[in-house]
């Protein structure tokens, strides 16, 4: 949803978790290349963002300010990503109309679910089908939906900080642009491949089906990897003056630092490894056992709906796919190969650049035509 305009270089704020992730880059249409020249993780008070909504404005706008500063980003144009329970999206199938009578057709069925709040509507028509009733032919379209309220709210944030709004998108959008082609992981090609997305994040987790370059299915599921960062903080503190055990250990905690939180990097979520300290393995435990069943029901509903191929491969990204072995742990549950999302063709990036945090950055620098 354009706020004003397109072109240039640009900071892009993911503002759909409290890990607020912030990227300066540009996108170049002619060969559909994405190029990040700057990223950073600006961690918020857990409340600070709501469901994708802002809840502390004052407290978000004084850390992108200091952020902004510390990495020296100078443009003001500026994009935000974010998702949340806001956030309305339907796939529908409409008449071959002119794009008028289509936009109208559109707000109607949107509007028709009884909702009462002023809502913004943006839609996508991908591709056509057959009416099996009527043998006419009709258009796929996706359509989103926002308040316009969550929309002015985005907009006042973004000029408190003298930056101007380019353009508002969701998460879901973002991915669907930036996985519209390209090989991954230098290896598979997502033109032909029938591929799973698992954005793990703090709070929440996102189920993505994407098959030869569209995401025919993503599913919000309201939980996220916290409680497992929180008990090895808690570990930590608890073994901060007492003799190192082999938790410590493998945290590489030492008495100095024993009140700073556990890097997720540091981590180890490997059923083996979690099995020598009961506290983290019951927090994983419980972590994977919500997540495996909704990640398996969602990809054969998938498989079954829009008879599509069985997935190749799972790709993880967001900060829960930081985790030391998740992907070893996870293939392990889902008996299917798991690998964490690292390399994109069309994108161009920095030295050392972890890609898996900044997925849905990448995807909303992306301007269609």
């Not at 029938?194 to 025919?216: A, M, N």
């Amino acid at each position: 949803m354009d706020l004003l305009g397109k072109g240039g270089s640009e900071l892009v704020i993911d503002c759909s978790s409290s890990d607020l992730k912030v990227a300066v880059g540009s996108y170049n249409p002619k060969n559909k290349t994405v190029s990040i020249e700057k990223v950073g993780v600006i961690p918020l008070e857990q409340d600070a963002i709501n469901d994708g909504a802002i809840a502390d404005s004052f407290g978000i706008v004084m850390a992108v300010k200091h952020a902004v500063a510390r990495l020296d980003i100078r443009c003001k144009n500026c994009t935000i990503t974010t998702d949340g329970a806001f956030v309305h999206t339907r796939d529908l199938e409409l008449p071959v109309v002119k794009a008028d009578q289509l936009k109208d057709m559109v707000k109607y069925e949107i509007m028709g679910q009884g909702s009462n709040r002023d809502l913004s509507i943006d839609y996508l028509v991908y591709g056509t089908a057959i009416d099996e009733e009527t043998n006419v032919e009709k258009l796929k379209v996706r359509a989103t939906a926002l308040p316009t309220e969550n929309i002015k709210d985005f907009r006042e944030f973004l000029k408190s900080m003298d930056l101007t709004p380019i353009a508002l998108d969701v998460n879901q959008n973002a991915v669907r642009k930036l996985f519209s082609s390209g090989i991954i992981n230098g290896n598979v090609s997502i033109a032909q491949s029938t591929l799973l997305l698992i954005e793990l994040s703090s709070q929440t987790s996102t189920v993505t089906v994407l098959d030869k370059g569209f995401p025919v299915l993503s599913r919000r599921l309201q939980f996220g990897h916290s409680n497992i960062r929180q008990v090895a903080d808690s570990i930590k503190k608890a073994q901060g003056t007492a003799q190192q055990s082999a938790i410590t250990r493998r945290l590489n905690i030492t008495t100095s630092d024993a009140e700073s939180s556990v890097p997720i990097e540091d981590i180890d979520v490997w059923n083996e490894t979690v099995a020598e300290t009961p506290a983290l393995q019951s927090a994983v435990n419980a972590y994977f056992k919500r997540l495996v069943d909704p990640v398996q029901r969602t990809a054969q509903f998938a498989i079954q709906k829009y008879h599509i191929d069985a997935i190749s491969t799972c790709f993880l990204y967001g900060s829960g796919a930081e985790y030391k072995k998740i992907d070893k742990e996870l293939s392990r549950q889902l008996g299917t190969q798991v690998e964490i999302l690292n390399s994109l063709s069309t994108l161009q990036v920095p030295r050392n650049f972890e890609l898996s945090q900044f997925i849905n950055c990448a995807g909303a620098l992306i301007r269609e035509a």
